[in-house]
């Protein structure tokens, strides 16, 4: 396209984010503005992507980080034909795919923005697939605003970026110097941003936004650099186009009043065709293929010896690994505690240092999942809180990734309460479509970590720091949503201890003193949270009637909650009770922790002693 | 002292570090040793802090972000004469203040490190109140690892700590060049910090940490640097001063094995003793009175009347702002929609403009709140998980701030899921000693608003875009841990409803219905999650044996959880069930997604019947 039709393409897009957010009565116009002469370069000029084959390897990558411009996003979408004019007008209706916010239920979309910050993380990851793995030279290109720089997540991306010398990467930053209720620190100052960048080893290019060439030749400029990400700071205006809106305070957010005069302001609707250039030939879809190998060769243990479940996850994620040539690996600078380093050692080209940046660590477990490939991510249970938004962002953008927190619970010891993970069952059963496991030894934390490879959404596993013994066969099977019942005495069964993890050992302990007293119990070892296995749960309650659930972790949405949650479907429920930790732990040894928490084994046995006593038999 | 005489110092807190750890058999000797020379200088001649008086307000602020060198700290605290030889072997012992990573179980430390790349935010924080508030000029010392240089959290400080020009602040970073598992991306390369700080408007000062002289002359420098905050980067060796150590891999928080041998290499043990400065003369304690003002005069609302509760919180916010003079407020760049702004525009001068950074927003809470200001800090409930990982800390911190989510849940309607808080209930019920409040109308918000002023710990209020009708007179009291019978028929009732905020509306549509339908029910308007109102529910539970929980949340951690925890404590429990958001919502008005997440009146009724029906009458 010569420049003045790209600047005629520039204003179409300015025309139908108006449109779209007039029909929808809601949406972001102005911010769709300040970026529509960037959206059209990229489109007619730069992008390579197949609308009609999504999926294709060789596709360049388009993230939309300020994803309530989403109606430009659209508007570029239909420039290019991919969605008609009818569809844009759906815009932010019940059961449209052009939702407030881009979701994955795009095809085009890899993954979900709208919370800040996250779209330069995500085209990390991505672009990081395409550098080091796939090495198939798609670009990553992916729009920010100039408010969300403020996030801390930028800044772990934009190291990362340059310390693997993604060249591959052009970050293009919408400086239009309002952010949603006022301006922004650095306003136009486009050096700000630029110092920064370039201190983080980025090669940054300082544009004028709506100078439809200038941007050109800066698309072009990113694509030559080699060795390092490109960042292109581009001076706009919000609401360009329509002086009623252009520049000032007051309208992010809010469709333009006047859309037929604003419309009319920017030269009416135009009807461009963009040919979006398909992708280099000779990337074939092929490509990806052959990610899957052997069988995998799990560790094997002998019961009655002491592992960590740490250690196995390490020696589990290394099997795997040989087996499966799409596995990767990512850790937050702990992988000599977490084990991850055991893969690190065995699949050092599979493995992504994240130093201790667990934002970035997820984000990019989320971009390489968006290639294809089955991302494991580790740090400290306690530490993983770190990326919450970007794991709810994860369960938006339906990602399949493997989370596993170490260092569980007060039974890590003397490093006291910031090193222990006591709210992680809690963050991770909330996550939509997650699944939670926890499991009690070595045998078992292998079988789990083979198995939640082939799960959808966000998997996590919570490993402990102790050795615990052995308790389960190295060919013993434990289904997702099952669970273990460790002892039984049938219908004789006074009570049930439900417990996972460090708290399995401790009730198999209290269940031995509890027959001592004449008290016969059942041990569940529930290592599924989520799902939960009712059945099981059922039969127990069935048999008790009273259920003590154990765990090493706060008592607000572990373990206990997982268990009442089984019992609301409206039944009558049986009598339950919960230890958990309410105290607020310092310094002692794991066995101190466990005590002062009351959740070891001499607490379970006078909380059944208790329970019990006030079951009135019938 | 001279410089040889410091050199010494230096070496004693080595000595100590090394004892320390030898004694708990565990601990972090060599990341103490890389800093002992810093924190020799900065005892013995910037700092100033009378320990016998920690609150005193002209004292300076020592923030140890490297919360892992704490062996050096208690050596500090140790030679400053503020514990004995005695007490410094109890390091990691039950019972011990000396905890793994420092807490303010001790006097002198205001805020838990121990979760990297939180002490900067901190400071910062500590060091806006001194800047803007408080007017005193104490300084604030930040001592930082290097690794945790990567977390995004460091960034967001850094640019809050040039934007609000905070020359009362002097970061030092401890660059040992070695991490926990290995070599940071950057080695002992200080000019790439220098870069990167001096890109976000930092004075940087680069020198060798083990010369004396020179850390002396760049803290002298740091202090006599104007309107912009310093950083002092100084290479240093990690296990400084014990060859068996020093400078290599694998002795990251591990104990020397002949910690004999090497507290004889460093020179033996030694019994300086510093007397710490105290600070300055003519700051009295009393700068700090006079912050509670007169009575709080608070909005007030007719029943009837449509408000949304996120605008009574801003309303009586900025009530409560003009009430008491040390109530301050934050807001992630937002303010407009969370209503932060009434305070805002009422009080600039007690208004932190956050930006779009969340972690830094709740960290500056955390500082100020140690300074004796009442924070109120809001974003999006989405957003602040933003933040988890700090919440956790602040917790550890013993910290009492107010936290305001807006937007909850899938009734914000078009916007999509990524702007829907719907984990935020189960994030703020899990934080130890929270406290978790979630209102209907305008009203009770802004009572709830002034109630949790003064409670202590992590208080949370979550409020709603849309408006709700006003069901409560302004006069109505609303204690935490307490709920609301809205409709009740005694003991006709068949079912309870337990709802909170926008299902409370819904709540009472659906009782009408089912009135009709010869189904008389009760309505809870459980507005208080965490504590919850167990009598209340008890009477429910025995007045109609089945309750039916309804929240705009995820199914796990919230209301539903919270109602269930209620009844584990081994009494018989009632029928439950609950309606929750189990879907991905997309775009859709507010009444479309109620209808779609099933938590409208039409599932409450329909859900109810289904309850009733199944009850077995005896």
Same mark, same amino acid.
């Given at each position: ?82 969605? =008609? ?182 030269? =009416? ?20 293929? =052959? ?12 019961? =009655? ?314």
């Amino acid at each position: 396209m010569h420049y003045e039709e790209l600047a005629e393409l520039g204003q179409q897009l300015r025309v139908d984010a108006v449109r779209a957010a007039d029909a929808a009565g809601s949406g972001h116009p102005t911010s769709s503005m300040s970026a529509a002469d960037l959206g059209a370069v990229l489109l007619a000029h730069h992008l390579r992507f197949d609308f009609d084959h999504p999926e294709h390897p060789g596709n360049d990558r388009f993230v939309l980080s300020k994803g309530h411009a989403s109606p430009l996003l659209y508007a570029m979408y239909k420039a290019a034909g991919a969605i =008609g004019d009818d569809e844009l007008l759906t815009f932010r209706e019940l059961g449209s795919r052009l939702e407030g916010h881009p979701t994955p239920r795009l095809p085009w979309v890899d993954s979900a923005t709208g919370s800040l910050g996250q779209g330069l993380p995500v085209g990390v990851g991505i672009a990081m697939a395409g550098k080091r793995l796939d090495e198939i030279p798609f670009r990553v290109y992916v729009l920010s605003g100039d408010s969300e720089m403020a996030e801390g997540s930028v800044w772990e991306a934009a190291e990362a970026a340059s310390y693997h010398q993604l060249d591959n990467l052009t970050l293009i930053v919408d400086v239009n110097r309002l952010g949603q209720r006022g301006p922004t620190r650095e306003g136009h100052d486009l050096d700000a941003y630029a110092r920064r960048l370039h201190a983080f080893g980025w090669h940054t290019i300082e544009v004028d936004g709506h100078d439809v060439e200038d941007v050109d030749r800066a698309f072009a400029e990113a694509r030559s650099t080699i060795r390092q990400p490109t960042a292109i700071l581009a001076r706009t205006l919000k609401g360009k186009g329509v002086k009623a809106v252009e520049d000032q305070e007051g309208f992010h957010g809010k469709p333009i009043k006047d859309a037929e005069a604003a419309i009319a302001e920017l030269g =009416g609707p135009r009807h461009l065709h963009v040919e979006v250039r398909r992708p280099e030939q000779g990337v074939s879809q092929s490509t990806l293929g =052959g990610k899957s190998g052997g069988e995998v060769e799990l560790p094997r243990y002998d019961i =009655g010896d002491e592992v960590a479940t740490r250690t196995a996850y390490g020696h589990a994620l290394e099997a795997l690994g040989t087996a499966r040539a799409d596995v990767v690996a990512l850790d937050g600078e702990v992988g000599d505690s977490t084990r991850t380093e055991f893969f690190a050692k065995a699949h050092p080209d599979r493995y992504f240092e994240s130093f201790i940046a667990e934002q970035q660590m997820v984000a990019s477990a989320v971009g390489l999942q968006s290639r294809g490939y089955l991302p494991y991510a580790c740090s400290f249970a306690a530490f993983l809180t770190r990326a919450h938004d970007f794991l709810r962002m994860a369960a938006v953008s339906q990602a399949g990734i493997n989370m596993v927190g170490s260092h569980a619970g007060v039974a890590i010891g003397p490093d006291g309460p910031s090193q222990m993970g006591l709210e992680d069952l809690a963050m991770f059963r909330s996550i939509h479509g997650s699944t939670v496991l926890y499991p009690s030894d070595a045998n078992q934390t292998a079988k789990l970590i083979a198995t939640m490879a082939d799960l959808d959404g966000i998997r996590y596993l919570r490993t402990s720091r102790g050795d615990t013994p052995v308790i389960y066969g190295p060919d013993e099977t434990f289904p997702v949503g099952g669970s273990k019942v460790l002892r039984t005495h049938g219908d004789d069964d006074r009570a049930a201890i439900v417990a996972a993890g460090v708290t399995v050992h401790e009730a198999l302990k209290a269940a031995d003193t509890l027959e001592e007293y004449g008290i016969p119990v059942r041990v569940i070892d529930l290592y599924s949270l989520k799902p939960v296995d009712k059945d099981t749960l059922d039969d127990a309650a069935a048999a008790t009637g009273c259920l003590l659930t154990v765990e090493d972790h706060h008592p607000e949405g572990g373990l206990g909650d997982a268990v009442a949650e089984a019992f609301a479907d409206g039944r009558p429920a049986p009598r339950l009770t919960r230890l958990a930790v309410r105290n607020l732990p310092a310094s002692a040894s794991p066995e101190e922790q466990l005590h002062a928490a009351g959740i070891d084994a001499e607490a379970i046995t006078a909380a059944v002693k208790l329970l019990v006593e006030r079951v009135v038999t019938p």
